[in-house]
Each structure stands twice: as C-alpha cells, then as structure tokens.
C-alpha cells in the first residue's frame, strides 16, 4: 500500500512538474521575441495599398522590437498564394501574414478549391486598417462623371473595358456588384497588381479602374486620373471631393477592404497577444496615423478574438455579395 502510494505520488508529481514545463513553455517565447529577424507575407505586388501599409508597420515594429520585420511579396489568386504561404509556416511568430477582406473573405465563395482555409489555419493578431476604393477613369476620357459612365456604358454594352488588381480581387468583385445593380455591361481586364493596370489606364489601353485610394490618389492628385465616385456609403475623410455610389443613386453600396495581421495557427498564444499589444500601440502613434491617412487609408483596431470573429462575420457578408453578383471562377 506504502509502496502504490508512492507510485501514485510520483504520478501526481510528474504531471505537475509537466504542467509548469508547458506553461513556461508557452510564455517563454513571449518574454524574448524576436530573437531574430521575421518575415511579413503580402498577396498582393509591390505598390499595392497592402504593401504600402505593410511597410509602414514593418518598419516600426522593427523599430520597435529590434529585430527586423522583413516584406515578402507573393503575389497571385486575388491574395490567396500569400495567405497559403502564411498558413504553411512555422507556428512560430517568425512569418506573419498582411492579408485582405480577399484572401480571408471573398476568395473561398469565389474559387472552387483554395489550398488553406481562412477559419482554420491561421491565428488571427488584429486589423490595421480600412480601404475604401475609388471609381477612376484617364484624365483625358470623354466620361467626367458617374451619370455619364452609365450612359455610354448602357449605349454600348461590353465595349467599356475596367482594369482589376486580378481574378477574385475586390475591386473586381466591386465592378460586378455595380454592374449587378445597374445592369451595366462592362469588360473585365485582369492584371498581376495595381502598378501595372494603372500604367495600362494612363495609357488609354483600359477605359477605367475600381482600387484603393492608397492606390489611385496619387495619380488624382497628380491630374492623370479622375476620380467618379468611393466605394463607401459616406465620402472620405481623405478625399471629401469625391462623390461615393450610395449618393449617386446606388443606394446602400457600402464595400471597401480590410487589412489585419495573422500568424499561423498553433503560434503560441503569448507571442499572438505580444504582437497585438505591439500593432495597436503603433496605430495609436500620431505619426503612423499620419502617414497611413496620407495614404487613404483609415485606421482600424482590434483585439485577437475581434478580429477573428471579424472574419466569420464578413466571409457571411461576402458570400451573400458573391452569390447575388454571379461571380464564379474555375
């Protein structure tokens, strides 16, 4: 009996001396992370607003954490070659995600078969920011605003050609909402980012453009692009000149895209909680809010599970979207 209760003590012992081992496990790479440099995955090319902001908030967590935070760009899919890029890594704070409203909420509705699963495979850090898009044609169209757009669109259908940022991007999910809800009949142009659909519309080769104001500001501010109407259902903050759809006659269009900060999931929860605290400290940075809404992009917070609860409610929204417009792609 002596002998079995010693046994049952050692038993007792040594699970408890496993439960502590794990816990210092589990928070130990919080109290010395990063240790080394990591890595930021964008989906999106060079010049993208998710690029543009991802470099921003590199930059300061480098800073900030003194180790450097790295942009890996892995373009492709509208978004999703960079988000299955993020779930395959190694669960351990050293290669994070920068994703979108696309990879996460739109893409799964869109694509037959995805290799990751935006629900499952990632452990969501928190959102940084709000999108809103812009409906931009060349400075030199005969078309000056959005009434005008939808006459010449109505008067020959399929002719007028948009530029999209790729398959399954939001702007091009945008275009067939709009011309869902106007029965409008315009041609779609895929290109590999914003760089080079821009370039095609300064050019004259594409007739018009739904992206980010991160994106086409510059070129409005710059007189070579017009700007007809925001996808938001106010006017911007950042560019109150321009009329949004709602106010225009299509009433209720509301659509932008979301950006947020993602590990793999299994990533120890201290790191995830780390990184939290260390993005939201950096959005409330006045210079940082500066630099961003310079930018057109609007500042958004959360915590972990916000965010994750952020992403189930708009992979809801966007299927909805993706179903009335009748956007499939094989």
């Known amino acids: 009996m002596k002998r079995s209760s010693s046994a049952i003590s050692l038993v007792i012992a040594l699970v408890a001396w496993g439960a502590t081992h794990q816990a210092l496990a589990q928070n130990q790479p919080a109290s010395n992370y990063p240790t080394k440099p990591a890595s930021i995955i964008i989906g999106f090319p060079p010049g993208t607003a998710t690029d543009s902001v991802g470099r921003v908030l590199a930059e300061r967590l480098t800073q900030r954490l003194g180790q450097a935070f790295i942009i890996d760009n892995k373009p492709g899919q509208g978004g999703s070659m960079g988000a299955a890029a993020g779930a395959r890594a190694a669960p351990d704070g050293y290669t994070l995600l920068l994703s979108a409203t696309a990879p996460l909420a739109i893409n799964q509705h869109l694509y037959q078969k995805l290799p990751y699963d935006s629900g499952r495979d990632f452990a969501p850090i928190g959102l940084t920011s709000w999108l809103p898009y812009a409906l931009v044609v060349n400075s030199n169209s005969k078309i000056d605003n959005f009434e005008e757009l939808l006459a010449r669109a109505r008067a020959r259908p399929g002719e007028l050609t948009y530029a999209s940022i790729g398959n399954g991007t939001t702007g091009h999910l945008l275009v067939s909402m709009l011309m869902q809800q106007t029965g409008i009949k ?11 659909a821009q370039t095609d519309l300064l050019g004259g080769r594409v007739d018009m453009t739904f992206d980010t104001l991160v994106s086409v500001m510059p070129h409005v501010k710059a007189g070579t692009l017009k700007a007809l109407a925001v996808s938001t259902l106010n006017r911007s903050k950042y560019a109150p000149e321009i009329p949004s759809l709602n106010e225009l006659g299509l009433t209720g269009f509301d659509a932008g895209a979301w950006l947020g900060l993602l590990a ?22 006045p210079e940082t809010q500066r630099r961003l809404l310079a930018m057109g992009a609007e500042i958004r917070k959360s915590t972990p599970a916000e965010f994750t609860s952020h992403i189930r409610s708009e992979q809801e929204k966007w299927g909805k979207r993706v179903r009335e417009a009748g956007v499939k792609i094989e």
């Open 264 to 285: 793999p999931a299994g990533t120890p929860a201290p790191i995830v909680e780390k990184l939290n605290r260390e993005l939201n400290a950096i959005l409330d940075e």
């Open 186 to 196: 315009l041609n779609h142009i895929p290109y590999k980012g914003s760089a080079q």
